[in-house]
């Protein structure tokens, strides 16, 4: 079976789509990290986006493309978390119903950030299965638009527009890292980075415990039998069957890091930037503590750094 | 006796002296934050200032207006921290000795970011008689330059440029606030707010549990024999006899807040704007949660947050 795929006309097109809601991220940097990490790096800092994740970017470009005949059903997902806040204020935003299932597990901080933008939750358990299940239900009861967290076309194309907005700013990376959960960022990354700068080497990182798109990625075969047992939350989806086809198609790598290291990462960009991120994004600065990447030419290396939104009472220390 | 205070022209003198060494610090805000506090408020994140506090610009000013003569001999200073980064990184900056006295219960990553920029530190009691009488061994000995922490001319005339720029690139602010230990930051504030706003409120806010300047301000009379017990580090210190003098003068309130407040004002400044700042600068939000601050005529107000060095293994939550 053959997906299609957004191109960088539709990444470019969601960024206009969502300019009026979204927030162009700083990029900040830092002498000491470069020093420590062994090379130049720049951070894309989604932290800082509405929701305080990246996800917004997908969520929001999809409900705005919604017509407006098919909105007044609502729109409906599953997710961790950041989806679930994207999708709920995008909703919000066009006054629209959102439903979203959610993980009983999921962090009380984000389920509290879905119930403030007044979306309708539906818990169910952690499995993919129980998710899935749980959201066609409500939507064959309520006729709402799914929006899948991630394999979805205008999710991954929103989602690129954040390797556009860095590649702009930032026109001097060698290689663009990303995590890698369900790969809508990641395959998003790709198709917009590949597109601006053919040489640039596009990464993802995903956790040891969550190795489903690495084991995907060298196998060439999509595997989904993974229980993930990871501290990035964001990461524990597996991936999904379009981003895995662009994933085959254009990211020239994925590394695997441990959880210590990820730990390690995490408070390293939080002493180091003073900025509260998400376990998952630490992800790929672990790549570069486990010495992962190719660093022999001195690249320029982007990171996108995709969430700030943390359980501060459920520290990793 | 009469102290000298710095002039608006002295933090403008002082502002060119840093200008190539400091950061100009982004100026952040969060609709949420406003909704929840109930007014506009504007921050101005001196955690991403260089060492990670605004202590570096007092303290770089200082050691940049010291003749190369003085200068041979070192300098040297007592500080819990961030004004020991200060002088330190400074010092480096002009290669020059940096002698530090430092109370053994600093936190932490202050003393190794001392180490870091290579200065000597000698190690004493937290109190401060043990603080000075250490320091000025140590000057006598070596005949370095001392720059203390607070009560000098060039430390506060460094200082004030925090408000300087502040107030360029917010002038709509109607108060201004800032915590208070030492004195420095707030009558920096004070002379630079007053200077370039006359109708500006300045307001400076000290935890219940170290509230010298508090009861030194309403007596009239500074008041020096406070033991603290705060979990904001940086307000430990007792307010200086020019600082004290300084704020008489120009400072139009101090407001003090529980232990309590405290805590759940850095937590909300870490979920909501996603930074990492020390618990110092929660205190004027704290005022704020507290409803200290009188807001009938919606007041814009400016929250100078001071600095980012936390130690994350020993968070108070």
Same mark, same amino acid.
């Given at each position: 079976m053959k997906f299609i795929a957004p191109s960088y006309k539709d990444i470019a097109l969601a960024a206009e789509r969502i300019a009026p809601y979204a927030h162009i991220t700083p990029v900040l940097s830092s002498e000491n990290l470069n020093k420590l990490l062994g090379t130049k790096i720049f951070f894309k800092c989604e932290n800082f986006q509405k929701v305080g994740a990246f996800k917004f970017r997908g969520g929001c470009n999809s409900v705005f493309n919604i017509s407006e005949e098919h909105?007044?059903?609502?729109?409906?997902?599953?997710?961790?978390?950041?989806?679930?806040?994207?999708?709920?204020?995008?909703?919000?935003?066009?006054?629209?119903?959102?439903?979203?299932?959610?993980?009983?597990?999921?962090?009380?901080?984000?389920?509290?950030?879905?119930?403030?933008?007044? *979306?309708?939750?539906?818990?169910?358990?952690?499995?993919?299965?129980?998710? $899935?299940?749980?959201? #066609?239900?409500? /939507?064959?009861?309520?006729?709402?638009t799914e929006i899948h967290p991630y394999d979805y076309f205008d999710v991954i194309a929103?989602?690129?527009?954040?390797?556009?907005?860095?590649?702009e700013n930032n026109p001097e990376l060698d290689i663009i890292m990303a995590p890698i959960g369900g790969g809508g960022l990641l395959s998003g990354t790709a198709i917009a980075s590949k597109a601006i700068k053919p040489t640039i080497k596009v990464i993802g990182a995903e956790p040891d415990q969550a190795d489903d798109a690495y084991q995907s990625f060298i196998s060439g075969k999509r595997i989904t039998d993974i229980t993930p047992n990871t501290i990035a939350d964001g990461l524990r989806t597996t991936v999904g069957k379009l981003t895995f086809s662009i994933i085959q198609d254009q990211?020239?790598?994925?590394?695997?890091?441990?959880?210590?290291?990820?730990?390690? *990462?995490?408070?390293?960009?939080?002493?180091?930037?003073?900025?509260?991120? $998400?376990?998952?994004? #630490?992800?790929? /600065?672990?790549?570069?503590?486990?010495q992962k990447i190719d660093l022999s030419n001195k690249p320029i290396i982007g990171i996108i750094l995709t969430g700030g939104n943390v359980d501060l009472d459920k520290l990793p220390w």
């Open positions: 909105l007044q059903k609502g729109v409906a997902t599953h997710s961790s978390g950041n989806h679930a806040q994207a999708v709920a204020l995008a909703a919000k935003l066009r006054t629209a119903k959102a439903y979203i299932v959610m993980p009983e597990n999921a962090p009380k901080v984000k389920i509290e950030a879905v119930k403030g933008y007044g *979306a309708e939750i539906i818990f169910c358990d952690s499995t993919i299965s129980a998710r $899935e299940s749980t959201l #066609a239900d409500v /939507v064959k009861k309520t006729g709402a929103g989602q690129g527009t954040c390797a556009k907005e860095f590649l990211v020239d790598q994925i590394v695997t890091v441990s959880e210590a290291s990820i730990i390690e *990462a995490l408070k390293l960009i939080w002493t180091r930037l003073k900025i509260i991120i $998400e376990p998952s994004c #630490a992800v790929p /600065v672990a790549a570069l503590l486990e």
